[in-house]
């Protein structure tokens, strides 16, 4: 059966050009799907599978304990799955046409507050290793919301001082230009003058523009360590990741009375129903201002 799995593979490789992360998820998946097919309910081909398998399934990672959201994508992978085998005429039924989607309660992005913000790229001691290269991070992340992989993927020649933009990959390889703020372009130019050429010597070959100590690529993870580390020192209490700046960005343009639109296309959000979870998060911001500044919560 696995067979079926590596042309379904390849199917949404060369014709959706789905990112890799997004790849090895599907894979990741279907792998576990068949695993359980196979194992559970000793099937020894995908041509007997039914919606009640399917649905089996779906109850037995429920009973893991698996996230809400692990399990609505996995059903996502399911449903298209078997209807690639069923376009391709690997199954003369399609078990998955039926298939509900389950219900995800709505969770808010965890942000912070611009006082926060402004604590943690603050704190970074001007004589710290490497202070240069983590304001530049920080401050690009917040002032363009960019995805880490995203961040970690910009070269060199993606930032365009003339037009003060910054040119992302974003998934899909979709490419799309993010204004830089003034604060965020003054600090990378002070990292790319005072700190990148003495990293970019150990390997010269890099095109990237924030490097490791030894000359590479940063990676998603060492960025996510940097930024646990100056959020602990800030003293901020919130659970925080690379992605709550991104969020933050989103919220605080919102609040300021930026439009969804223009948020949506500097997010690199495909379908503007993404981006409009931040205006549950700006209804929370009006319940506050009005709790705290109205004379009849007083």
Request: net charge positive; hydrophobic share 35%; glycine share 4%.
């Amino acid at each position: 059966m696995e067979q079926f799995i590596r042309d379904y593979m390849t199917m949404l490789k060369v014709e959706r050009n789905l990112a890799r992360n997004s790849l090895e998820s599907y894979e990741r998946d279907l792998l576990q799907y068949h695993h359980y097919l196979s194992s559970e309910l000793r099937l020894k081909t995908i041509r007997n599978v039914t919606l009640g398998h399917i649905r089996s399934y779906i109850r037995h990672l429920n009973d893991k304990g698996m996230a809400a959201n692990s399990v609505k994508r996995a059903v996502s992978s399911i449903r298209t799955y078997h209807n690639f085998l069923s376009a391709e005429g690997h199954m003369d039924d399609n078990p998955a046409q039926l298939l509900d989607t389950p219900k995800v309660p709505q969770k808010l992005p965890n942000v912070l507050t611009i006082q926060e913000i402004d604590r943690i790229l603050s704190i970074i001691p001007d004589k710290a290793p490497m202070a240069r290269r983590d304001l530049a991070i920080f401050e690009m992340m917040y002032s363009c919301g960019l995805r880490v992989t995203e961040l970690c993927d910009i070269k060199t020649t993606d930032i365009l001082w003339d037009s003060e933009m910054v040119r992302v990959k974003g998934k899909g390889d979709k490419q799309r230009f993010v204004p830089i703020g003034p604060i965020a372009r003054e600090n990378l130019k002070n990292y790319l003058n005072h700190e990148r050429p003495t990293l970019a010597d150990k390997n010269p070959n890099v095109a990237e523009v924030f490097l490791s100590r030894n000359g590479r690529k940063l990676t998603r993870m060492m960025i996510w360590i940097l930024l646990k580390k100056w959020t602990k020192v800030a003293d901020i209490q919130k659970e925080v990741s690379p992605h709550t700046l991104r969020h933050s960005f989103a919220t605080h343009l919102l609040e300021g009375g930026a439009d969804l639109r223009s948020i949506q296309e500097m997010l690199g959000h495909a379908d503007i129903a993404t981006t409009q979870v931040y205006t549950h998060l700006d209804k929370e911001h009006l319940q506050e201002v009005h709790r705290q500044f109205h004379p009849r919560f007083k």
